[in-house]
């Protein structure tokens, strides 16, 4: 799981059904870090967090129990309401909030709802998460382009080196300069592809 470091604390990150969930237990880490859980139960008591978390839900879950969520924000906000995460799972059926036992475990939200928490525990942090996460997804994104022109590379270079072979080498060539022409061209379709010859790529990036 990838991890954001935000304001010296280390936010964990996961993917569930193709969606970001970032770790609202390490979120409120920057508040108290012996009351996590005791934070996200406080939070999830206000009625305002009730109104938002519902409509999130209806908007992107169409398994959400409205009956149950009416319910729910009838009481949100009286002295005798409590509420954890995972009552509001098991009532609604929410997808926004997962909750999660172990080592690894902990209350995870979909990053809508996880900033929202943020701007609940700290103004400032919420601003500087979103500012990393915004650069991991960055970097995520580069990665990926790299990835597919790496991959295009190995496919095109298996057509490309059979086109060589029956194509532009002559019998008579030796070993070596069969091994230069395979280069010069292999050259060619690295530039077309990430700009840089193999040797240009290997001296700009030592390690």
Known sequence: MPKIEVLAKEVTIQKLNDDD?????DIARFKDTERTDDLIRNWLRNRNTIEF?????QI?????????????????????????PKQWIEKTGAIGIVSKAGRYGGTFAHKDI????????SVEFKLYLIKEFQRLKESERRQLG???????AKINYRIHTDAIKENLIPPELSKAETTRVYASEADILNMALFGMTASDLRQTNPD
Do not use: C
Request: aromatic share 18%; charged share 20%.
């Open 114 to 121: 996880a900033f929202e928490f943020a701007s609940w525990i």
């Open 21 to 25: 969930f970032i770790s609202l237990t």
């Open 60 to 84: 992107n879950n169409p398994k959400f129990n409205p009956v149950e969520f009416d319910g729910i924000r009838m009481q949100a906000g009286l002295n005798s309401f409590t509420l954890t």
């Open 146 to 152: 790299w990835d597919i022109k790496r991959n295009l």
């Open 53 to 57: 978390l519902g409509i999130w839900e």
